[in-house]
């Protein structure tokens, strides 16, 4: 859990309810961590943060509507889609999709996000708190190009660049695995090698026979 993260989540309703169930005290530390450092602020980016979006090809995004209401998106590319650009700041470019722009119009009403970005396979999930600001490709043509991946199918229409406050590695206790098509090929292969293997040998011993 980053420094901030913890004054950000743990409203006093919240800590309410961790107190009813006995978790209070052990989450109020991480509550005087960023109090003692003088509230929340930015929290840097690790490696561990780093290696991880970099090899991710997806996560969920959270805005608010004018109504209140929370809209969350899936957002999906090649893996490392998702930059860091440094410490503080994440992107990615925007493709054009079905043209209802809700996340992007929610965006201009408020710029605070939250951001789940999971791993199924290795069952870890990263929460992330940010306010991000929405950049058109007109406006900025090189950050577009940056961001930008080669065998993406659409076109940047923009890109979305995330300041970070926050953010925390969730309990792998209920994520379920599941595994895309490259993580499974290399054991896959190895499959199909030791069939052709075996039917090279069976039809070897037919021959014989």
């Known amino acids: 859990m980053s420094r901030s993260y913890a004054a950000l989540a743990f409203t006093d309703r919240v ?8 978790s209070g005290a052990a989450y109020a530390r991480h509550v005087a961590r960023a109090q003692g ?6 929290d840097p980016l690790d490696d561990d943060v780093r290696a991880f979006l970099a090899g991710r090809d997806g996560f969920y995004l959270a805005t608010t509507s004018e109504t209140g ?3 969350v998106q899936f957002r999906g590319g090649a893996d490392g889609f998702l930059r860091v650009l440094d410490d503080h700041t994440i992107a990615w470019a925007d493709l054009r ?4 722009y809700v996340s992007t119009g929610n965006l201009a009403g408020d710029d605070r996000v939250s951001l789940i970005v ?6 870890r999930r990263l929460k992330i708190f940010g306010r991000a600001r929405v950049v058109t490709a007109q406006e900025d043509p090189a ?8 065998d993406a199918d659409g076109v940047v229409e923009r890109s979305v660049v995330v300041t970070v406050e926050a953010y925390d590695w969730n309990c792998p206790q209920h994520i379920t695995p599941r ?14 090698a030791r069939i052709d293997a075996l039917e090279t040998e069976n039809a070897a011993l037919r021959a014989g026979s």
Do not use: I
């Not at 450092?37 to 930015?42: E, L, R, T």
């Open 15 to 22: 800590r309410a309810l961790q107190e009813q169930h006995g």
């Open 37 to 42: 450092a003088g509230g929340p602020g930015h």
């Open 69 to 71: 209401w929370p809209y």
């Open 97 to 100: 999709g079905n043209l209802q």
């Open 118 to 123: 999971m791993d199924y396979a290795h069952r």
């Open 143 to 150: 950050l577009a190009a940056r961001l930008a991946q080669d």
């Open 179 to 192: 595994f895309t098509a490259a993580e499974l090929a290399p054991h896959l292969e190895a499959l199909q």
